[in-house]
């Protein structure tokens, strides 16, 4: 590894002495991030199904529990199948673990309404993304520091960063003129789908992207932040590469949804076996001579089952076929870093096969009328609460978000303080606080948002 210690390396430097303290750089960060209100506010944000629907499913905080166990056991198969190549990178568990449980942190409530509804009312002020809000938490917003968020390693900063450009330049969706003006366009009437933001960071954060990016050789700077333009208006561009420590964290994410998040569907009635074996059995079957492709009717049997330890083994052999099947692969030979030149990759037949899982979780779950009115509905609240802070910021911001957006008013970014301050939010905190502003309580009984 080159420049070990500039990997580990923080932005700000804390001098805390602790008698007897001899965590490794990585413990701590995971400490900080498994410590912070970002990532107990998980528990409250939607990860498919609406938080409240039940308490069975998965939150985006169980989701990001189980991806960080799949992580672990990415990295456990990396180190058996490569283990001078993993010594090599420095592959480390604590790491995985810690990108794993921080990955989701900047998501806000409702889940991809309370994005777009962000994105759409940030549009003229360097626009909303989760990946990118994650980043802004862990860089500046988490109070673990005074302005430098949770001051994690660099490294980990490194394999945070899935998107490694700027919303701006990634921006490739125009939608159409009437659409784009507040004042002649409800709230009411915004398509989802013209407000799908870009997958990136804000400008406003690149003071720390190029922090976290001088141990990189300029060509190594430039690489990484290659953009591959979309060929489709319907479609923004998007980056090319990240770090070999993210993209274990972006397969361990990909199979929690693409198989965990099924569990919840199947469970709760909303797909059934029949779908199941249409667009998931048939299509992996007809893929290849894979185990998978062996087995998939009898697990799909086994999933529909009316007992639970059947639905839990053939879910447990489902992930484990596909962190087996992953392996390390070179990036771009032009990159002289090695943490850049290696990613973590599925075999071929594999990405086809959790493709198809994540694709019927997709239509067969997300895009359901029922959970699309709850974005929809999410999407609404989050709207009306941004219009109501932004319409008089010193009269309804709470006391400490008011004095930051003072401070960011004068630099003209009042309008991220407020960003922040909404993406921060439970899906409950959210509904209750929209619910005391617009809707009055009838009798004599008042309002409260729980303070």
């Known amino acids: 590894m080159q420049q070990p210690t500039m990997w580990s390396a923080r932005h700000f430097s804390q001098q805390v002495q602790r008698d007897g303290d001899h965590r490794s750089p990585f413990q701590r960060d995971k400490a900080r991030i498994l410590h912070s209100a970002a990532f107990r506010r998980l528990q409250a944000k939607t990860q498919v199904l609406g938080v409240g629907m039940s308490d069975f499913y998965r939150t985006r905080l169980t989701h990001s529990l189980e991806a960080s166990q799949i992580g672990q056991g990415i990295a456990a198969q990396l180190r058996r199948k490569h283990p001078v190549l993993t010594d090599k990178l420095g592959l480390n568990d604590t790491l995985i673990e810690a990108l794993c449980l921080a990955h989701d942190i900047g998501h806000p409530p409702f889940g991809h309404g309370g994005e777009i509804a962000l994105h759409y009312m940030m549009r003229e002020n360097g626009g909303f993304e989760g990946n990118g809000q994650t980043f802004r938490i862990v860089t500046k917003l988490e109070p673990y520091t005074p302005s430098h968020g949770m001051n994690l390693s660099r490294r980990t900063l490194l394999g945070l960063v899935k998107y490694p450009n700027f919303i701006e330049p990634l921006t490739n969706i125009q939608p159409a003129p009437a659409d784009t003006n507040i004042q002649n366009t409800s709230h009411r009437n915004i398509r989802a789908a013209d407000w799908v933001p870009p997958k990136g960071l804000y400008t406003c954060d690149k003071g720390m992207f190029d922090w976290l990016l001088q141990p990189l050789s300029f060509q190594d700077q430039a690489l990484l932040c290659q953009i591959a333009p979309s060929t ?220």
Not at 234 to 244: D, E, G, L, V
Not at 316 to 338: C, E, K, M, R, Y
Not at 381 to 390: I, Y
């Open 232 to 451: 489709s208006l319907q479609r923004h561009h998007k980056t090319t590469f990240k770090s070999f420590d993210c993209s274990i964290m972006e397969l361990a994410d990909d199979i929690a949804y693409g198989i965990h998040d099924l569990e919840d569907a199947i469970v709760m009635g909303i797909v059934n076996l029949q779908q199941f074996e249409e667009q998931i059995v048939e299509p992996i079957e007809a893929l290849s001579e894979t185990w998978l492709a062996g087995h998939i009717s009898m697990l799909a049997k086994k999933l529909f089952s009316k007992h639970h330890h059947e639905r839990k083994d053939a879910i447990g052999a489902l992930v484990n076929s596909f962190i087996t099947s992953i392996d390390i692969s070179q990036t771009d030979p032009a990159f002289d870093h090695d943490l850049l030149k290696y990613n973590a990759i599925f075999q071929p037949e594999f990405e086809q096969a959790l493709s198809i899982f994540k694709q019927f979780v997709y239509q067969r779950v997300i895009r359901k009328p029922e959970i699309q009115m709850l974005e929809y509905k999410g999407q609404q609240v989050v709207m009306g609460l941004f219009e109501a802070f932004a319409s008089d910021p010193e009269r309804l911001l709470p006391e400490n978000t008011r004095l930051r957006w003072l401070n960011a008013q004068s630099e003209n970014n009042g309008m991220r303080i407020i960003c922040d301050y909404i993406a921060g939010m439970t899906d409950e905190f959210a509904s209750r606080l929209y619910a005391n502003l617009f809707i009055p309580k009838s009798g004599a009984s008042p309002d409260s948002i729980g303070l």
